[in-house]
Every structure is written in C-alpha cells, then in structure tokens.
C-alpha cells in the first residue's frame, strides 16, 4: 500500500483534522507564541514575532497550526484574528500593496466589510492615499470585530528587499504605534534588514528559531504520521530500527520536511514518485536559492562552494588551500557566515581542528545537483537514505527487480526506473555487492533503451579499477561497449560503437573495437589487417601495449599459444608502457607457457607478476590462485595451501578469486585428510559474494561429496539451502545444488521432494551430462515404480527426457545421450532403456546414430531375450556388448553411482561427475 504525503511541500493543503493529527516537534515553540499572544491580549503595545529555519523545517506549518489554535481557543480567537498572506508576494512592492493584500485575505475569509474596503483602496488612484485608505480599512475592521490583526507574512526578508528605504522605516514606526496590529513573519536566517545598526528593523522583531528535530521530535514525527495514515507497517518498523531512525535524523539534518521525504520513500510502493518530487523541488527552489548565492559577496561565495566540493565538510585550512584565500580572510569569511546561518561549526575549535558544514540538507542537495557534474545524475540524500534503510540483499533485490522491470519495480517505468536503479546501486557502493550492482543498474538503462545513459551510469557507478579514463560521451559508449562484449552480448556492444562513432566518427577506440566485434564475427583477415596497421603507426606505447594484449589474448582463445606468447612478450618489452597492463600481459604469458607444458618459465611469470608494485589487485589475485591450481594439480599441496590462503586473505581482492582460492584450499585439505577444513573452506566458498557466477565448480561438486559422504555433517543442510534465495546461480551450479539437495530428500525418504529437484535439473540447461544423465534415470525410475497404475507415465517421462536432449545444442546432443543410456542401463529400466535406445537412435543426426550403433546388438537381445547372436560380433564390439547387458542383471553392479535396486528402491546418483573407470561400463564404445 503506498501512502504518499502530498502536502509535505504545500502543508497550507491540509485539511485541518490532518494539520491537528500530524503536527510535532514543534508543540513546545506554539505554546510559546500562544503563552505571549495571551500576555499581549490587554498590552498597549505590541512584539512581533521572527521564526527563522532552513527551508522545510516546519515555518508555514507552525503558522498554519497558530491561526488554527486562535481560531479554536475562545480566549484567543476574542482577542486576535490572524491574516495568513499567501507565501509568495512577487506583487507587493510598496506598503500600499501589503495592506491591500492583507484585506483580499480578509475578504477571501468572509470577513464582513472586508471586501467593500479592499474595492475602495483599489479604485484608489493616488497611491498614498490608496495606501491610508486600505490601511484605515484594516484599523476600522479590527476595532469593530474587537480583535487584533495578526499578518502571517512568509519570507519576510524578499518582502522587505522589496521596499524602499523610506517605506521600510514607515511600516516599523506603523507596528511601533498601531496598537491593532501584529506581524509573525518567517525567514530562513536572520538577514541585514534586522542585523544592520543603522537599518529599521535593527533588533525588531523577537526571535523564535526553529532548530534541527532531535531523536524523539523526529520519532514523534513520524508516529503521528504514520498513525494518520494507518500505516502500521512503518510504526512497526520504526519500533524495530531505532539506530535506522538515529541515521536518517543525521542525514537529513533534523529537517521535518525531508524526514517526511522519507517516510515516504520508504513507506511508497511507487519510490520513483519520490525521486521526481524532490527534483521537482530542487527546480523550484533554483531562484531563491541561486538569490541566496548571489546575494554572496565574492568572497563568501567561493568558500561556500568550496565547502560543497569538499563534500560538504571542511576546515579552514582546507577551504583556504581550495580558495587560495588567507587563512585569515577565510576565517572572518566564515564567521560572517556563521552569523547569518549559512555555515555552522560541526565540531571543533578552541584548540581543535574546527570543522564547518553547511546545515541545510535541501540547500547541498540543490547544490550538489546544479553545480557539481559528478552529482547530478542522482540524489545524494536518496542514496544515503536507501543504505540505512535497507540491508544490502533488501536493496540488491529491489535493484533487481527494476532491472527485470518486476513486480518489485516500484510501479516506476522508463527513465524513472533507470535512475532509480542508480540510486539503489549507489547505495551498495563499497559493499561486497558493488560490481553486481553496477552491472544491473547498467542493464536497467539497457532493457529501457538508452544508451546514452547505460554508458554514463557505468562510468559513475563502475569500480575505480574497471572505470575508463574518458569523460567524454563517446569514451563512455566505448566502455559500455567493452563491458557489454565481455559479459557475452556482442550485439549491445555493437550498437555502443555505432553510437559512439555517430558522435566522433574519427574516435580511435571505438573504430579498434569495432574492427575486434568485425573479426569476433568471422572477419579475421580485416581484424589482423586492422592490427597491424595499428602496431605498425606511432602510436602511444599504451595503445601498442594494448594492442598487443589483446592481439595476445585472441591468439591464445584461438589456440595459437606461441603467438600469444610473442604478444604478451612484446607488450612487456615496450618503453614506458603501463604498468598495470605489464602485470596483465606477464599473467597471459604465464598462461600461455603452462598450456605449452613451459611449467618452470609460467612459474617465472607468475613470481614477477607477485613482485610487481603497481600490479593491479585483480591481477595479482588471479595469479597467486592460477599458481595454486596449478600446485594442486601437480600434488604440491603445501604451496597450493599457502597460495590460497594468500589470496583468501588479500585486501580487496575480487569475490570471484576469493570463491576459487577456498575451493583450491578446500580440496588441498581433503587431499590431507583434514576433511573438517575442507569443509568449512567449501561452505564459506558458497558464501563469498560473486559466488554464483564464478565460482570454482569443482569446489562446489566437492563440497557437496563431502557432506553426503561423511555421517558427521548429516545434520548440516544442503549448500541450495544456506545460500540467499535472491542469489544469480549459473546452471551448472545450480544443478549439481539441485542434485546434491535431492540426494539428501532421498535419504531421508521424502521421494516427492527429491523428484521435484531432479525434474528442476532435467529442466535446466544441461552444462553438467553426467548429473542431468543422473536426474533422468531418477525420474525414470520413479515412472517405473508407478506405472502399474499408469502406463502412459514412461513415455511421458521419456518424451521429457528426449525432448531436452533435442533442445541442447548440437555440439552438445552425442554426450547427453551417451550419458543417459550408461546410466539408465540398471535393471529396473530395462524396458525403458531399449525404448530410450531406440528413439535415440532414430534421430536424424548421422553422428548420434554412430556414436550409438555399438548399443544396437544390445538392444535386440533385450528384445529377443537372447544373447547368442553376440557370438557373431568382433571381439571388442562383443566384449563391450556383453558387458552392458550385465548391467542389467539384478546382481550386477550399478553404473554411474546409482543405488537403486528393485523399482520401489531410491536411486541415488552421484553428484560429482565420475572419473572415466568408476562404472562397469566402458565410457566409449568401440567404434563400429
């Protein structure tokens, strides 16, 4: 349920049950005027009244609630009658003008002879005499009605501006000396009008500031709003998280008007509403506040700016270093502007580091989004507010939502959506979920269609380390393009080129990347002509280098190892090159070496790429962990331990080398006979962010035979159950979970649960054979047990089956259905394998048919229910024919890990895919 707060801008909207209901924090500062009306109920003559605050901190409010007390208070309403004058006056410029304005409010209330004596003054020609005429008008209303004139007059200060010097002087010797009439005005800050010795008003008016909502103001605040509302979700939440309330009251400053901005924020279902009220607010407060600014002498003006571009806090010395300024200058300068309110002392002095701020949070966020370029694409305080509220998997969910354009989109749409996107994916800036959200932020501007902005919330929300150098909108594109290419779709990284060359046709890096997606897309002899016009050019050895990186790198894809490596090399020998890309390309050598069996020269590399200062951390976390793979591999379990373990403890190093680093440490351990370690390396690999996409896979399968192997960790849930529910998982991952957790729901006897998990499996791309083979003879066998009672049930299963082997690609379709027929061959499937047998083996592709042609002499002694024809084969055909049937006898051992016996028994496949001699059956038929 949303529950918008339209009038937290226009409070003046509000009926008066909601005024009443709603109103707080300021109960103590109304008694206050209302204690002093009384008092002056009698009084010959009369105080006037300032109420000073930042913008939104509850001025009109406070005086819409007094006119609603007098009004409600017998004693009150005999004595005063208040004049509220609407907030913006552009059109009173002289003393006739407010006493005209003071009798059209009168007479829009329905005050009996207001409207007589407003048409008289305005047919008035002469102006002084329309001045008196509405001004006795005003005397003659309040002696018959018995009742003092309050004038609610908002923005004094614009009011007074606009008077001459003459008629400033007039209206305090009027308030001095008519004892009918009051003002209580509001301002922002006290202003020169009331400060100056020699100025009118000097010392007038008496002050009542309205100063920053403590924690209980701000917690009744939102009470009292939330119970009008009926939102007891919020009133709850509020109960719960009180430190949350604590941080919002910080960032907000105390103000009512922005901690009533979050309320709705976090109350909406529509959080896109909000980002477009505070905007909208923001552009209407661009005249006062840029009159602000320019009311500013040189000098004030430029420390207020450099406070804004310090980040909002800064001391003395630095604003001086930043303006240029004496620190002497600068010092006066603020005491200046801490006398008119515009500047306050944070903390500090006397001895101390002092540091100054500026207190009105409407005021920096209008600032940051008009002046600063970095700043303008979001709302800081949006940002701030979203990262108290919300834990992280809270708003990385939401994020994804609006990528996915979901239920969870927040009823935003379009170009609302895509900036809401960033301020949530600014908000887990510095988390471990940054890049993610970088990346889906990036892909919610795509899926709308914008480019443009694709690549500009990429350059400001990418990680410093992945960000590009450009500023310009065409280098932005670019690296949208390269971010797009690199996570697979080449189509969207195209289009970034085209749209980047449509703005500079000549731009360098576009015209290499598209000459790189010319030959990705089977252009090669262009692509290596483009290459080497490139490296044959004076071009800056960071474009040679870089040429040569990725002239390497597609070497090396390629299979042409020895080119790659006279890539790599060439692009480190190259004078005054970049450092960090010198760690890459001595990485990609490494790689290339130990391809080529060049064990000792990798190693080499790979020590110099560890020795290297300016080698990025990504770079060298990805060395240290291919050094310890390669260690594990070669059984040197001591330094593939201390690899690991280097990497695991890496400041900062990327979550994807962090999740392949404990996979390494966890199978160097059970290779020790420390299973425990093992495992607790394996589980906290499926709990290191970026896990789900990049994990090592093989740490996953082995975590998984572990817990299923050992009786100790029977109590500990499958890794499916203890990873977040919102988590990305790629398929191969999420089959082997998927298998391992229906391992468990077979062992404890719950056949339906554990078949629900291995239908998922059969539904999933089949990136692992060997347990999708798995999932298939389970389902099977569970279409065996039942199909007594339906018959229909294994063909069905069968047509399921047959149907994901046709939809997998061709590349793919041979070893699926080599690893279907080995593991289906059991006793309970006999049948059903000779059926499965034969539909495969009717498929049109000639290289299936081959592959499965050694089967055929098996499937017809299944049919005949003789075996003697087998003596006619060769011998190896034999041999390997004989073998299979015997994996149909009900003593035999079971192929592929599977546990079943008789159809009622459970089947339990192996989650890991068995090495090649693990069953009965050869892993490749003879060839025929």
Not at 462 to 472: C, T
Not at 724 to 740: K, N, V
């Amino acid at each position: 349920m949303s529950f918008p707060v339209d009038t937290k801008y226009t409070p003046e909207r509000m009926s008066p049950e909601e005024l009443s209901a709603t109103f707080a924090a300021r109960t103590d500062t109304l008694e206050y005027l209302l204690t002093a009306l009384r008092d002056q109920s009698a009084a010959g003559s009369l105080t006037s009244f300032l109420i000073t605050g930042p913008r939104g901190a509850g001025k009109t409010t406070l005086l819409l609630m007094l006119a609603q007390r007098i009004e409600g208070d017998p004693e009150l309403r005999r004595a005063w009658l208040p004049v509220r004058l609407p907030e913006e006056q552009y059109g009173v410029t002289s003393l006739r003008d407010l006493f005209v304005a003071a009798l059209r409010a009168l007479a829009e209330a329905g005050i009996a002879g207001a409207e007589e004596a407003l048409g008289d003054a305005e047919t008035e020609v002469d102006e002084e005499r329309s001045r008196d005429a509405a001004l006795e008008a005003l005397r003659r209303l309040s002696e018959r009605l018995g009742r003092r004139l309050i004038l609610l007059v908002e923005n004094v200060d614009a009011l007074l501006r606009r008077l001459d010097d003459l008629e400033v002087a007039t209206l305090r010797r009027l308030l001095m000396t008519e004892p009918h009439l009051m003002v209580i005005a509001t301002a922002i800050r006290m202003f020169p009008e009331l400060t100056g010795y020699d100025r009118p008003f000097f010392n007038y008016f008496a002050p009542v500031p309205l100063g920053r909502l403590n924690e209980a103001q701000v917690h009744e605040l939102l009470d009292r709003r939330a119970r009008f509302d009926g939102n007891t979700a919020f009133r709850g939440a509020c109960e719960r998280h009180q430190g949350r309330i604590q941080a919002l009251r910080f960032l907000t400053g105390g103000n009512p008007r922005l901690m009533l901005m979050v309320y709705e924020l976090l109350s909406s279902e529509k959080i896109g509403s909000v980002v477009q009220a505070l905007r909208r607010l923001v552009d209407e407060l661009t005249p006062l506040l840029k009159h602000v600014l320019e009311d500013l002498p040189p000098q004030q003006a430029k420390i207020v700016d450099a406070i804004m571009r310090a980040g909002g806090t800064a001391t003395p010395s630095d604003l001086a270093a930043r303006t240029r300024l004496p620190l002497n200058k600068v010092t006066s300068q603020l005491a200046r502007l801490k006398e008119a309110q515009l500047v306050d002392l944070l903390r500090g002095g006397k001895g101390q580091a002092a540091y100054y701020t500026i207190p009105d949070p409407l005021f920096c966020t209008w600032y940051r989004m008009r002046y600063l370029p970095e700043e303008r694409r979001r709302i800081e305080i949006l940002v701030r507010v979203i990262a108290v509220w919300f834990e992280e998997g809270e708003a990385l969910a939401a994020l994804r939502a609006l990528a996915g354009g979901g239920a969870g989109a927040g009823g935003t749409a379009g170009p609302d959506r895509g900036l809401l996107a960033e301020h949530y994916a600014a908000a887990l800036r510095g988390t471990a979920h940054a890049a993610q959200a970088c990346d889906l932020a990036v892909q919610t501007w795509l899926r709308i269609g914008d480019l443009t902005e694709a690549a500009a919330a990429l350059a400001d929300l990418a990680p410093s380390g992945e960000r590009g150098a450009g500023g310009k909108e065409a280098d932005k594109l670019v690296e949208l393009a390269s971010w797009a290419f690199q996570r697979g779709n080449g189509e969207q990284a195209a289009e970034a080129v085209e749209a980047a060359l449509r703005l500079d046709s000549g731009h360098g890096p576009a015209r290499f990347l598209q000459a790189f997606l010319q030959a990705r897309a089977g252009n090669a002899e262009r692509w290596d002509a483009f290459l080497r016009r490139v490296l044959e050019s004076q071009q800056p050895p960071t474009i040679r280098q870089g040429v040569h990186l990725l002239r390497g790198w597609c070497r090396k894809i390629g299979g042409d190892l020895p080119g790659a490596i006279a890539d790599y090399t060439a692009a480190l020998e190259i004078p005054r090159g970049d450092a960090k890309e010198a760690a890459k390309a001595q990485l990609g050598r490494a790689v290339a070496r130990e391809a080529l069996g060049d064990r000792l020269g990798a190693l080499e590399d790979i020590a110099a790429v560890v020795s290297m200062p300016a080698a990025p951390v990504e770079t060298l976390a990805e060395a240290v962990h291919t050094r310890a793979h390669w260690r594990l591999r070669e059984h040197d379990l001591t330094g593939a331990l201390a690899d690991a373990t280097a990497v695991v403890d890496l400041s900062q190093a990327p979550p994807n080398w962090v999740a392949g680093a404990l996979a390494c440490r966890g199978a160097a351990k059970r290779a020790l006979g420390d299973w425990k370690g093992a495992f607790a390396d394996l589980t906290a690999m499926t709990r290191t962010a970026g896990f789900s996409t990049s994990c090592s896979i093989s740490g996953l399968e082995l975590r998984e035979k572990l817990r299923l192997e050992h009786p100790e960790l029977a109590d500990i849930p499958p890794a499916l159950e203890e990873i977040p529910a919102d988590t990305a998982l790629d398929q191969r991952a999420l089959a082997i979970l998927l298998a391992s957790r229906a391992q468990e729901r077979d062992a404890r006897g719950l056949s339906l649960e554990s078949l629900q998990d291995w239908f998922r499996v059969l539904a999933l791309p089949a990136e692992a054979p060997l347990i999708w083979a798995s999932a298939a003879c389970r389902v099977l066998l569970f279409a065996h047990g039942v199909m007594e009672r339906r018959p229909e049930m294994t063909a069905k299963t069968l047509d399921t089956v047959l149907a994901a082997i046709a939809a997998a690609p061709a590349a793919r379709r041979v070893e699926l259905a080599m690893a279907l027929v080995q593991a289906t061959a059991i006793p309970p499937l006999r049948d059903a394998w000779r059926q499965l047998y034969e539909r495969l083996a009717a498929r049109p592709e000639p290289d299936l048919r081959e592959a499965l042609a050694p089967f055929q002499p098996v499937a017809a002694a299944l049919a005949s229910g003789e075996a003697g024809p087998l003596d006619a084969l060769p011998p190896e055909r034999r041999q390997f024919a004989r073998e299979v049937l015997s994996r149909f006898e009900p003593a035999s051992p079971r192929a592929s890990g599977i546990a079943g016996g008789p159809a009622g028994d459970q089947a339990r496949p192996e989650v890991s895919e068995p090495p090649p001699q693990r069953s009965g059956m050869p892993t490749r038929a003879p060839s025929s």
